[in-house]
């Protein structure tokens, strides 16, 4: 199995939005709607913000949404803030398996 | 609420069996409709998953690493353990134990050095 591909790179000023986009294939992302997402701060272990494509979890802030489209999953944090700059992956359930994202870095300029 | 530990060895020798144990608090390993992985994350990159296991003890691994991995669970202990069998420096990475679906607990973390 590869790794679902998402850009190096992402960034925007505090209060913009940024998408980060998830491409799979349909053995993954697209044949399931068991995609997530997770933010990682350095040093630390990541955190669950999406799951089953768009539900947030309690206490995650509804400035994280995620969307599906065939074989492309995406991220969108709106009214960045300072603290959501970080590692962003994603995730999707592939038949029995497990694959991940390459990880996007999110800069706040 | 459910925490997780990881706990082992730091370093360990090129073709050596790396062995890793996750320790479950907070809760039964045994309780709700949960399953139990590995995954982990060579500095400065990805994640990977590496495996899963249920309570029943069957298991999913990636295919990648599958005839070098293998995830047991010790209900009675509370905890699930992961050995990867002839290591190299490639396997150098933090491993993470984490809880699915949806890996909403995750450990700590624990740095494992493949080197002689």
């Known amino acids: 199995q590869s790794a679902l591909t998402q850009p190096p790179s992402a960034s925007g000023s505090p209060g913009q939005s940024v998408t980060i986009s998830c491409t799979g294939t349909?053995?993954?992302?697209?044949?399931?709607?068991?995609v997530s997402w997770y933010q990682q701060h350095p040093g630390k272990a990541p955190k669950l913000m999406i799951y089953?494509?768009?539900k947030r979890p309690s206490g995650v802030p509804d400035r994280f949404s995620g969307s599906k489209s065939g074989n492309t999953a995406s991220l969108t944090v709106s009214g960045l803030q300072a603290e959501d700059e970080a590692d962003y992956y994603c995730s999707s359930y592939a038949g029995s398996n497990n694959v991940f994202g390459t990880g996007t870095k999110v800069t706040v300029l | 609420q459910v925490q997780l530990q990881e706990s082992g060895p730091g370093l360990v020798k090129p073709s050596q069996t790396l062995s890793l144990t996750c320790t479950v608090s907070?809760?039964?390993?045994?309780?709700?409709?949960?399953?139990w992985s590995w995954i982990r994350q060579p500095a400065g990159k990805g994640l990977e998953w590496i495996g899963r296991?249920?309570?029943?003890?069957?298991?999913n691994y990636n295919p990648s690493l599958k005839s070098r991995v293998t995830i047991s669970v010790d209900t009675s202990k509370n905890q699930f353990s992961l050995k990867l069998s002839s290591v190299t420096a490639a396997d150098t990475a933090v491993y993470y134990c984490?809880?699915?679906?949806?890996?909403?607990?995750w450990g700590q973390g624990t740095m494992v050095t493949v080197s002689s």
């Open positions: 984490a809880r699915e679906p949806w890996f909403p607990i």
């Open positions: 296991i249920y309570t029943s003890g069957s298991t």
């Open positions: 349909s053995s993954d992302v697209g044949g399931y709607n068991y």
């Open positions: 907070g809760g039964s390993i045994s309780s709700g409709s949960y399953y």
């Open positions: 089953e494509v768009s």
